[in-house]
Each structure stands twice: as C-alpha cells, then as structure tokens.
C-alpha cells in the first residue's frame, strides 16, 4: 500500500502561519481601502510594497482584498442576512465590518481550509483588535453562514 509522503509538521506550521497574516493584513487593507475611498488593486500593491511580513500568502492576501471589493453588494448582503433585523451591518464599527467582510468572503469564494478552521481563524483574528463579546459575533455570524454556503462540511 502506497502512502503518500505527509507534510512536514515545519511546512505546514509556516503555511498556515501565511494565511494567518493574510488574513490579518487583508483586514487593515480591507479597512485603508474603505476609508480612503482607494480602488482596491492600488491598496493591495501599496501592502504588497510597504506592508506585508515576508511569510505573508500573497496569494490569499491578494485573493481576499481584490474579492471583497468585486462581490461587495453580495458580501455585504449576506452578512446582514445573518445579523438579527434590528442590527445594521452599515452600523458596526468599521475593522469589524472588514474582518466579516474578508471572512465572509473567503468561506463563500475559497474551498481550502475547511469552514471551522476559516471561522476559528477570523474569531482569533477579531480578539486581536476588540473583546470577546465582539468575537462572539463574529462567530455567530460566520458560524450561521457557512452552514449555508458550505452546507455538506455541516452535515
């Protein structure tokens, strides 16, 4: 029986550790690309020149930015379907808006990783800037989300 060689634990530390600053970098662009009013290629390049960490995943980086801005009125959309009616999306506080946005985005539009790890993922990130009331938020959001847009991962 043929087994095919695993990832080394070193490899797959370091990539996840890319997405993760993706994530987090695509958050702060995400939030200079809607208060500045910025076409979000131009962000992307600028964080791409002066921002970025070296182990950033470029390519997710890129990937989240770019999407969030040309599926924004979807994006957006789905977001406020999964708040309660009295909540206004347009309401939160701005790095919250783009932490949804970008995770959101990435468990509509990215197959790779699974649901729970994205989630996961983007409720660390959130306690990064704010308490874990608002990441409790986010976690319900992304939570009831992706039950619809990942529904086979739930089953």
């Given at each position: 029986?043929?087994?095919?060689?695993?990832?080394?634990?070193?490899?797959?530390?370091?990539?996840?550790?890319?997405?993760?600053?993706?994530?987090?970098?695509?958050?702060?662009?995400?939030?200079?690309?809607?208060?500045?009013?910025?076409?979000?290629?131009?962000?992307?390049?600028?964080?791409?020149?002066?921002?970025?960490?070296?182990?950033?995943?470029?390519?997710?980086?890129?990937?989240?930015?770019t999407?969030?801005?040309a599926?924004?009125?979807?994006?957006?959309?789905?977001?406020?379907?999964?708040?309660?009616?009295?909540?206004?999306?347009n309401?939160?506080?701005?790095?919250?808006?783009?932490?949804?946005?970008?995770?959101?985005?990435e468990?509509?539009?990215?197959?790779?990783?699974?649901?729970?790890?994205?989630?996961?993922?983007?409720?660390?990130?959130?306690?990064?800037?704010?308490?874990?009331?608002?990441?409790?938020?986010?976690?319900?959001?992304?939570?009831?989300?992706?039950?619809?847009?990942?529904?086979?991962?739930?089953a």
């Amino acid at each position: 029986m043929a087994v095919g060689k695993p990832k080394s634990s070193a490899a797959a530390q370091a990539r996840q550790a890319g997405r993760r600053a993706a994530r987090m970098s695509a958050v702060q662009a995400l939030y200079q690309w809607e208060m500045a009013k910025m076409p979000a290629r131009e962000v992307v390049a600028e964080f791409i020149t002066h921002h970025l960490t070296p182990d950033c995943d470029r390519s997710l980086f890129g990937t989240l930015v770019t999407g969030v801005e040309a599926d924004l009125p979807s994006v957006d959309h789905m977001v406020q379907g999964a708040l309660s009616e009295t909540f206004d999306f347009n309401r939160l506080e701005a790095v919250l808006r783009q932490i949804l946005r970008a995770a959101v985005f990435e468990l509509a539009h990215q197959s790779d990783p699974p649901a729970r790890v994205v989630i996961s993922e983007y409720v660390a990130l959130t306690l990064a800037f704010f308490t874990p009331v608002e990441s409790g938020l986010v976690n319900g959001v992304l939570d009831k989300l992706a039950r619809v847009v990942r529904p086979a991962e739930f089953a």
